[in-house]
């Protein structure tokens, strides 16, 4: 079975800090991992995906995230932090086109 | 400009009296879901359709009702509301639903809530 585990409901950072929200999965077959960024009162809008190609990702807004296999992980990094970056974050799994996501981490950025 | 949208965004509404939120996209995607999304557990899936007249549960049907009578509208029908569907509501879309490394496009949601 498909499952995605986000550590850390509420992270935060200095502006100009590191990023670092954490994702791990479970999946029986080959995973295709997303993440997704939701701002106050909009809809989910893509950051990057995973399907196998490179395992570095590199994504909008300066985002990245690295699968490692061995870890089971798909963390996702930003080198500096900008306060319009204050956002709720999901990791999410594909199977069969369909999304199974962790509980989502909010990001805090202070200033 | 390519988007879901839904309407309405917000809504609030009594216990039993039937709605039903409207979902359409311009991007003639085959695949359509609904979503809800609940404090601390994340958006979990409540059915979808890989084409027009084909639909499926998702991990939590119950209480709702979808068509797909066009390839663009996917409505979500309560039938008969009740408070523990107080939540906030999401459509999505994709070009292929089988494909995994499809990206699903998310409209902006609708905040239901069930007194």
């Known amino acids: 079975a498909q499952s995605v585990t986000q550590l850390g409901s509420h992270v935060s950072v200095s502006e100009g800090a590191l990023v670092l929200l954490r994702c791990n999965y479970s999946?029986?077959?080959?995973?295709?991992l997303f993440w997704y960024v939701q701002y106050p009162n909009q809809g989910l809008q893509l950051l990057l995906k995973?399907?196998?190609?490179?395992?570095l990702v590199k994504g909008i807004n300066g985002f990245e995230a690295e699968f490692k296999k061995s870890e089971t992980s798909f963390h996702l990094t930003k080198p500096s932090a900008h306060m319009s970056d204050a956002a709720e974050y999901f990791c999410?799994?594909?199977?069969?086109?369909?999304?199974?996501f962790g509980q989502g981490t909010t990001l805090q950025v202070k200033p | 400009e390519a988007q879901v949208t839904q309407n309405p965004r917000y809504l609030i509404t009594v216990t039993g009296k039937k709605l039903t939120v409207t979902c359409s996209q311009n991007m003639n995607h085959e695949y359509m879901s609904w979503y809800r999304q609940d404090p601390g557990l994340g958006l979990r899936q409540i059915y979808y359709s890989m084409n027009v007249e084909v639909t499926d549960k998702g991990d939590v049907p119950e209480g709702y009702k979808v068509s797909r009578k066009e390839k663009r509208n996917f409505p979500l029908i309560l039938e008969s509301p009740s408070p523990n569907q107080t939540s906030l509501y999401f459509c999505a879309s994709s070009f292929r639903g089988r494909l995994s490394t499809d990206t699903q496009y998310f409209g902006p949601g609708t905040r239901l809530t069930v007194l």
């Open positions: 999946s029986s077959v080959p995973p295709y």
């Open positions: 999410a799994v594909s199977f069969s086109g369909k999304l199974i």
């Open positions: 995973y399907t196998s190609a490179a395992t």
